[in-house]
């Protein structure tokens, strides 16, 4: 391990220009987007800094504000639910919506009421 508790900000980066780690604070970053399959998460006004070690780059993301995630709901879940329950495009999406994409979740939750 690095003895870096105690040492001033001068001294960190002397090691790490040694090391040949560079870093790098982005400005400007407004929103990171991370999206998977069926979801994103959205972090607002992060922090982010772009990482150079032995010639690989990565990216450090630290949420300042709200992390939200959006659960992206595809068109054929959101008629299965309408024809399963009867009920119209908007209670379906936001049943869905509810429910993190769970058809059965989300068509036995609209059941119920």
Known sequence: MFPMKGMNPKQMKR?????????EEL??????????ENKEIIIREPVVTAIVAMGEKSYQIVGKEEVREVVNIPEEDIKLVMEQTGVDY?????AL???KGDLAEAILKLQET
Do not use: D
Request: charged share 40%.
């Open 15 to 23: 090691m790490m220009k040694q090391l040949g780690i560079k870093m």
């Open 27 to 36: 400005e400007g970053v407004k929103e990171v987007v991370i999206r998977f």
């Open 90 to 94: 908007e209670t379906a999406k936001k």
């Open 97 to 99: 919506e509810e429910t």
